[in-house]
């Protein structure tokens, strides 16, 4: 599978669009770019997920560059609510390909 | 719908012992993985389930072992507990076999404590 690098921590302010970056430079033409989140104490949250084109649901949007090496979560207007921690997998979605790599993550706080 | 639920929600044990986690995936779901997650190793898969059969395994020692039920209930098992084994184990579920257009959904987990 193609590894992800994502920074290790950001904050957004209350209100304000939070745009968290992941890099998958190793990415290959069937993997997707699936996001997760996990709010303290609870199990992780799938959020979106995307092969090349954008992708917008109620939670946030995902955008991917055209090579595919690169993508952005956007969380548009984000809340106290959205601190967690965000993890940007790359996987194929296929029988048997449910050992997901976690990684680390990027810790998101949100600030009133 | 009802989620995915994890029992118990805490549980405390001492070296040596064994243990039996469950997990029952959402109504219609046939596939449940399970994850441990630590402080130092973060999330790891340790396997999957599919209509009653293994399909997938992580890189953890023969002592973690699972099944799942013809309700696609799963458990997991860890004997000859050690102190390492302490964490938050977490269970997800999925209605086929990959992650489809959903994701998966996860329960809370079951922290589990070795003294």
């Known amino acids: 599978d193609a590894k992800t690098t994502q920074p290790t921590s950001m904050d957004c302010a209350e209100g304000r669009a939070a745009n968290l970056p992941c890099n998958h430079s190793?990415?290959?033409?069937?993997?997707?770019v699936y996001w997760y989140r996990q709010i303290h104490s609870q199990g992780p949250q799938y959020i979106i997920h995307g092969l090349k084109n954008n992708e917008t649901n109620e939670m946030a949007s995902l955008i991917i560059t055209e090579d595919r090496k690169s993508s952005t979560l956007i969380l548009p207007h984000a809340t106290l609510r959205d601190t967690a921690v965000y993890y940007c997998i790359v996987r194929v979605d296929q029988t048997g390909a449910n050992n997901l790599f976690f990684g680390t993550g990027t810790r998101l706080t949100v600030i009133p | 719908k009802a989620g995915v639920t994890q029992t118990p929600r805490y549980l405390i044990k001492t070296r040596g012992q064994q243990v039996t986690l469950s997990c029952s995936p959402i109504s219609g779901h046939r596939s449940v993985s399970w994850y441990q997650q630590t402080p130092g190793q973060g999330l790891q898969f340790l396997f999957e389930?599919?209509?009653?059969?293994?399909?997938n395994k992580g890189n953890f020692p023969g002592r973690f072992s699972g099944r799942q039920f013809s309700n696609s209930r799963s458990e997991m098992n860890v004997s000859t507990l050690e102190l390492g084994d302490s964490a938050l184990y977490l269970c997800?579920?999925?209605?086929?076999?990959?992650?489809?257009?959903?994701?998966?959904?996860f329960g809370s987990g079951t922290r589990l404590t070795v003294v």
């Open positions: 389930y599919f209509s009653e059969t293994q399909r």
């Open positions: 997800a579920s999925s209605l086929g076999s990959g992650q489809g257009n959903y994701g998966y959904t």
């Open positions: 190793t990415i290959s033409g069937n993997e997707y």
